[in-house]
C-alpha cells in the first residue's frame, strides 16, 4: 500500500467515523509525576491514572474523585451542558468528515460506565450500585442528561449524525459486571430514555461492550438498542449463536477474532466464513473484529480476510 494511502479506500471498505463531546467535570489536569516508561496524571473527573509510554495496555487507575455522595453532590453542577463541551472545531472537523461517504457516530461513554471507570471506580461503583442504588441512579441521569443536552446543542449547530455509539464495558470475560435485576432497576429507565430520544429522530444507537454478552443482549433489546459490539471471541460470544438466538431483533457487529487473523490464511478463512455465512442470514451483521487490531496482524494477513470477507458477505 502507498505510504500515503488510506487504508479503508485502499481495501475498498466502510468508514465508521466518531464525532464527540467533552463528558468532564472540567477540572484542571495536572501531572504528579513522570518516569521513562509511564506518567502518573490527573484528568479533569479528577481521576488519577498512570499512562504506560510504550505499551498498548489500558491506563491504570489509582484513585477517583467521588468517593461519597456528598462529593457527587458538590460537583454534579459542572455537568450542564454547553457548546463549550464541544471544542473550537469541533463543526469544522465534522464537515471534514461529512466530505467523506463514512457512517458518522456521536461517541460518549454510556452512563453507567463514565460512573464505574470515570467516576468513582469499579469497586466502589459497583458497591454503591447495591448500597446506595439512588446516588447512582442519580449520577446515570445526569449524565443522560448530558448526551440528551448536547445532541440538540450538537444538531442546532448544523450537524447531522447517522448513530450515537455509546461505549460501556459493563461485563467481562463470565459474564455482566452486575445482575440482570439491578439493571432493570438501575440502568434500563435511561437507557430506554436514551434509545426512544433517538429512534423519535432516525438515530440508531449501537452498544459498544467488551466481555461475555449473552447475559446483556435481551436486556439491551428490551432497552431499545439496534445494535451490539464487538463481541469478543474469547469471552464466549459467537455471532452464529447469538444470531440463532436474537437475530431478528438486534444487529451484531463483529466476532471476527484477532487472534484468529494473526494465525494462517487457512485459520483467517475459517474464522471468516463460518461466522459470517450465518451471521449475514436475513441482513442485520456488519464485519468487523472483536477487538483493536494488534501489531501483530500483518498487512497481508489484514488483506486477506478483507478479502475473504468481501467474498462470503455477498447476498
Known sequence: MPEDADPVKYLGMDSFLFVSYDDCLGLEMRTLCETGEKVARVDSDGATFVYWKNSYAPPQPLDFLIKTEEDWYHYKHCLIPGEDRLGKDFVKNYKKLRETDGFICLSQREPCWKVLAAMMGLEKGLLYMFRNPQLVYDMMETYADLLLGMYDIIAGKGVEIDGVYLRGDLAYKKGMLFSPELYDRLLYPHHKRITNFFRSKGIPVIHHIDGDVRQYIPLII?????????????????????????????????????????????????????????????????????GSVPPIISWSNYCYAVKIAKEVGQY
Open 222 to 290: 428490551k432497552s431499545g438498542f439496534n445494535a451490539i459490539e464487538p463481541l469478543e471471541s474469547r469471552a464466549n460470544n459467537d455471532v452464529r449463536e447469538l444470531k440463532e438466538r436474537w437475530g431478528t431483533k438486534i444487529a451484531f457487529m463483529g466476532n471476527i477474532s484477532v487472534e484468529a487473523l494473526s494465525g494462517t490464511k487457512l485459520q483467517i478463512e475459517e474464522e471468516i466464513r463460518s461466522k459470517v455465512v450465518k451471521a449475514k442470514e436475513g441482513g442485520g451483521y456488519i464485519f468487523t473484529t472483536d
